[in-house]
């Protein structure tokens, strides 16, 4: 697998499928297997969300495909500021030979494509998953990734329902380590004070928001009594999006979980993307 040099040294693999206008995409394209997919399945995940999106999109496009969360959970960057994030996807847009792009990302990988916008001229679409453009919940992440770091030396099994079904985010223990969460507290410490409406009128392509209407999650004492809400800005907000330049969509009845899996994003992206590169 080729890979691309970050910001801080090391390497990402990726992969490239199909051809066609340029689909930088921050998914692991390897499915998981075994005790790891069987967990994804019993909370309504796709163990080969990557692939599925790579594959529902690279008859058309030329997907570049790259785990650049599990990196950062491998290898965690000491300061993963925004100019960080956009170095690094730069760094497999050109490793790729992609000159311009479009991007998809979800949840704050949706936040990493939204920074990079800001300081690239190089992007022909942005698709924003599970975080809002305008309204975005950056005090409430702030708090609950504090809460995160706080607990991440105390590792324990996820916890939930145990049944299937909704994944309930509010009551999972970390299993990460220091250091995986000290960089997204300070990646969200980074953006404190960041001016949502005032960055609208320097993105310059074509873009697309949408989340589940049920994209609300509300955290008990221990994360810091927030409640972290992706769907409201958008059904709230949207003739105030759609006036800055964004096409909006509203998943009924999906949550943060439902809409990211690959039946609900590609009916959504697919189109849309095929709509900007015919224009």
């Not at 009924?252 to 990211?260: E, K, S, V």
């Amino acid at each position: 697998m080729p890979s691309a040099t970050l910001h801080d040294g090391t390497r990402v693999g990726y992969e490239i499928q199909g051809s066609g206008p340029a689909v930088l995409l921050p998914v692991d394209p390897v499915p998981k297997e075994g005790a790891r997919a069987e967990e994804l399945r019993r909370w309504g995940m796709d163990p080969a969300l990557g692939r599925t999106l790579a594959d529902g999109l690279g008859d058309t496009f030329q997907v570049i495909a790259f785990d650049y969360e599990g990196h950062r959970m491998n290898h965690p960057a000491a300061a993963l500021t925004p100019d960080h994030l956009a170095a690094d996807l730069l760094a497999v847009a050109d490793a790729a030979g992609a000159g311009r792009f479009a991007y998809y990302g979800y949840s704050w990988l949706a936040l990493a494509g939204l920074q990079l916008a800001l300081r690239t001229d190089r992007l022909a679409a942005l698709a924003m998953g599970g975080f809002p453009p305008l309204g975005g919940p950056y005090a409430q992440m702030l708090q609950v990734t504090a809460a995160a770091h706080a607990m991440a030396r105390r590792p324990k099994d996820p916890a939930g329902s145990g049944e299937g079904g909704e994944y309930d985010w509010s009551s999972v223990e970390i299993a990460a380590d220091g250091a995986q969460t000290a960089q997204f507290l300070g990646l969200y410490q980074s953006l404190t004070g960041f001016d949502e409406a005032a960055a609208q009128s320097r993105i310059g392509c074509p873009r697309l928001c949408f989340a589940g209407s049920a994209d609300v999650i509300p955290y008990g004492p221990e994360w810091g009594g927030v409640t972290v809400d992706m769907a409201g800005p958008l059904t709230r907000d949207r003739a105030r999006l759609e006036a800055a330049g964004w096409q909006v969509r509203v998943l009924d009845g999906l949550d943060h979980t439902g809409a990211m899996q690959p039946g609900a994003v590609l009916p959504v992206l697919r189109p849309w993307l095929t709509e900007v590169y015919a224009d």
